[in-house]
């Protein structure tokens, strides 16, 4: 959950068009943008087990098919049907991935210390405070243990 600047698949489209848009390009920025957290995290001293990763908020699953390069089971979850179809569209790593769509204001469909990691990137500021607040309990609920790492 860190504030990290990516690049979003509609602003893509919108400026350049469906022909002009590099998917390679655009997940390859995932993998960095991924690479990079993990490092940052571990230089702290925030050992993470490579078991079960959430990304929430996830579009296209930019950030999502990156976490499995780092975790042996990797869900993606997005409120808009449209994100995840072409997320499925896009997988690249089969039953490792799957993308589920949440239209609950609530994370209580996984249960308590189901993941060891969750990335959520560009989301919670497009949200209601309480709505925010809501998703938050559920990341701490639902994740095996927690940590915070700064951010700018």
């Not at 690049?7 to 068009?17: E, P």
């Not at 799957?98 to 609950?104: I, K, V």
């Not at 949200?127 to 700018?152: C, E, N, T, W």
Request: proline share 4%; with cysteine; hydrophobic share 40%.
């Amino acid at each position: 959950m860190l504030g990290w600047q990516g690049v979003g698949i509609l602003g893509a489209y919108a400026r350049y068009g469906e022909r002009r848009w590099d998917p390679e390009q655009f997940f390859r920025s995932g993998e960095t943008e991924i690479a990079d957290i993990l490092e940052y995290a571990g230089d702290r001293g925030q050992g993470i087990n490579p078991g079960k990763a959430l990304d929430f908020g996830c579009g296209v699953g930019r950030l999502t098919q990156a976490l499995c390069s780092h975790f042996d089971q990797v869900l993606g979850v997005d409120i808009a049907p449209s994100m995840i179809d072409l997320a499925r569209k896009f997988n690249q790593y089969g039953s490792r991935c799957d993308y589920l769509l949440n239209a609950a204001d609530h994370l209580d469909l996984f249960p308590e210390d189901h993941f060891d990691f969750i990335c959520s990137m560009q989301v919670l500021q497009h949200m209601k405070p309480d709505l925010m607040r809501s998703y938050i309990r559920g990341y701490i609920r639902a994740l095996a243990r927690v940590f915070q790492l700064p951010s700018h």
